[in-house]
Antibody, heavy 122, light 109 residues
Framework: EVQLLESGGGLVQPGGSLRLSCAAS????????MAWVRQAPGKGLQWVSG????????NYADSVRGRFTISRDNSRNTLYLQINSLGAEDTAIYYC???????????????WGQGTLVTVSS | EIVLTQSPGTLSLSPGERATLSCRAS???????LAWYQQKPGQAPRLLIY???SRATGIPDRFSGSGSGTDFTLTISRLEPEDFAVYYC??????????FGQGTRLEIK
């Protein structure tokens, strides 16, 4: 059974930083592209970032490019998201997701973690 | 960027009824690259349908997807109490980004 367990969320002041983690199990992590998706309170879903299986290639939504960094440690079966220069608009539940990748960053999300809440407030 | 518009915003039905949810794309989605997700309160989304009409593992056959081009439909043939939730469509034809619709809330009448 695929399991994705996020951690690292919390309350952070505007301009602050956090590092989110996602521990994966139940599948061959190193063979799968992964992604982060977020959901602001009471709002819809927004893809944030993706990374290919070996961690070399990454991509980001325009709204986070330059502030967020996705990475992975295949030896630890763990996905990360470093989020910097946080603003109120970044307040959201951040979900880690395993993706079914069709290439060229075209993918859907076939398994999701339970999410970790990031709240940006002074 | 492909924009997905879901309708209706809220659908009120009773258990046992048939639900039809729509997802319209601002431009044609190639190769039927469209997925549907279900999200219940306080839970993560769950994949229901991919490639417009293929059911994900473990999804009951009362859920079906159809459509092509710019118009896609999720149908729930006979609503069960556990089906009342928010449903999202997502395209993966044009990326990045892999865009989502704004959601349809399916509520008990």
């Amino acid at each position: 059974e695929v399991q994705l367990l996020e951690s690292g969320g919390g309350l952070v002041q505007p301009g602050g930083s956090l590092r989110l983690s996602c521990a994966a199990s139940g599948f061959t992590f190193s063979s799968n592209a992964m992604a982060w998706v977020r959901q602001a309170p009471g709002k819809g879903l927004q893809w944030v970032s993706g990374v290919n299986p070996d961690g070399i290639h990454t991509n980001y939504a325009d709204s986070v490019r330059g502030r967020f960094t996705i990475s992975r440690d295949n030896s630890r079966n763990t996905l990360y998201l470093q989020i910097n220069s946080l603003g109120a608009e970044d307040t959201a539940i951040y979900y880690c997701a395993k993706v079914r990748d069709y290439g060229d960053w075209r993918f859907y999300f076939d398994n999701w973690g339970q999410g970790t809440l990031v709240t940006v407030s002074s | 960027e492909i924009v997905l518009t879901q309708s209706p915003g809220t659908l009120s039905l009773s258990p046992g009824e048939r639900a039809t949810l729509s997802c319209r794309a601002s431009q044609s989605v190639r190769s039927k690259s469209l997925a549907w997700y279900q999200q219940k309160p306080g839970q993560a989304p769950r994949l229901l349908i991919y490639d417009a009409s293929s059911r994900a593992t473990g999804i009951p056959d009362r859920f079906s997807g159809s459509g092509s081009g710019t118009d896609f439909t999720l149908t729930i043939s006979r609503l069960e109490p556990e089906d009342f939730a928010v449903y999202y469509c997502q395209q993966y034809d044009s990326s990045p980004p892999n865009t989502f619709g704004q959601g349809t809330r399916l509520e008990i009448k």
